[in-house]
C-alpha cells in the first residue's frame, strides 16, 4: 500500500545548528504538507507545497518538494530551542482521497 | 484563521463507561472531520473520516460499534468511545478538513482505570 517514510526517525543537535528532515513517499503526490508538534500538544500545519520542484521558505525554514513530487524535505537553518518537536509530513492519499497519510516523523531535539 | 477546539481536554474514566468527544471547527464549516489516535511517541492513527450529514467511514481494524462518530453539523463532530477499557486508554485528535489542508484540534487524553 502508499506509504510515506521520514528520516531520520530522531535528530538530537546543538543550538544554532541546521537540521533536515527528508520525506518519500512511494506514489507520486498531488500536494505534500508538513506539520510541527511540539511535546504534549497537537499537529500544528506549517506549510502546503504542490508544484513539482517548488521551494518555500518561512523564516529559518525552508521547504522543498522534489521534481518527481514523490519526495520532500525541512530544512531549519540555526536551530533554536523553540525548534523542539516532531516534524511530520504528509500526502493525499491514492485514489482522490480526503484522507492524509502522514510520515512516521522526525523528532528533533535541540541542546541549549 | 482555521481553528479546531477539542473538548474535554483531559479524561479519566472507569472501565465500562462511555466518554464522549466533542470536535468543533470554530470559524470554518468542514463537512469532513477526521479522527485519529496517537499512542506515545507514534504517529497518527487515522481512525475514521466523519461526513456532515452521512455515516462515518472506519479505517480496517477500528470498531465501528465501540467507536461511535456523529457529525451532526458542519462545525461539530463527536467521537463516544463505548464501554471503554484500559487498552482505549490514549490521545485522540481530531482535525477539520478545509480545502486540502487538515487543522488539528488539541487533543483529548483519554485514561481509563
Known amino acids: 500500500g502508499q506509504q510515506v517514510m521520514q528520516i531520520p526517525q530522531y535528530q538530537h543537535v546543538q543550538e544554532g545548528e541546521d537540521f533536515t528532515t527528508y520525506c518519500n513517499s512511494s506514489?507520486?503526490?498531488?500536494?505534500i504538507q508538513w506539520y510541527k508538534q511540539r511535546p504534549g500538544g497537537h499537529p500544528v500545519f506549517l506549510i502546503q507545497?504542490?508544484?513539482?520542484?517548488e521551494v518555500k521558505k518561512q523564516k529559518r525554514l525552508t521547504f522543498q518538494f522534489g521534481e518527481a513530487k514523490k519526495n520532500s524535505s525541512l530544512h531549519i537553518t540555526a536551530t533554536q530551542t523553540t525548534d523542539v518537536g516532531t516534524y511530520f509530513c504528509?500526502?493525499?492519499?491514492?485514489?482522490?482521497?480526503?484522507?492524509?497519510?502522514f510520515g512516521k516523523g522526525t523528532k528533533l531535539t535541540v541542546n541549549p | 484563521g482555521a481553528v479546531v477546539s477539542q473538548h474535554p481536554s483531559r479524561v479519566i474514566c472507569k472501565s465500562g463507561t462511555s466518554v464522549k468527544i466533542e470536535c468543533r471547527s470554530l470559524?470554518?464549516?468542514?463537512?469532513?472531520m477526521f479522527w485519529y489516535r496517537q499512542f506515545p511517541k507514534q504517529s497518527l492513527m487515522l481512525m475514521a473520516t466523519?461526513?456532515?450529514?452521512?455515516?462515518?467511514?472506519?479505517e480496517q481494524g477500528v470498531e465501528k460499534d465501540k467507536f461511535l462518530i456523529n457529525h451532526a453539523s458542519l462545525t461539530l463532530s463527536t467521537l463516544t468511545v463505548t464501554s471503554a477499557h484500559p487498552e482505549d486508554s490514549s490521545f485522540y485528535i481530531c482535525?477539520?478538513?478545509?480545502?486540502?489542508?487538515?487543522?488539528f484540534g488539541p487533543g483529548t487524553r483519554l485514561t481509563v482505570l
Open positions: 470559524d470554518f464549516q468542514a463537512t469532513t
Open positions: 504528509a500526502g493525499p492519499k491514492q485514489g482522490g482521497s480526503e484522507k492524509l497519510v
Open positions: 506514489t507520486t503526490l498531488s500536494n
Open positions: 466523519s461526513n456532515e450529514g452521512s455515516k462515518a467511514t472506519y
Open positions: 482535525s477539520a478538513r478545509l480545502a486540502d489542508t487538515q487543522y
Open positions: 507545497l504542490v508544484k513539482s520542484g
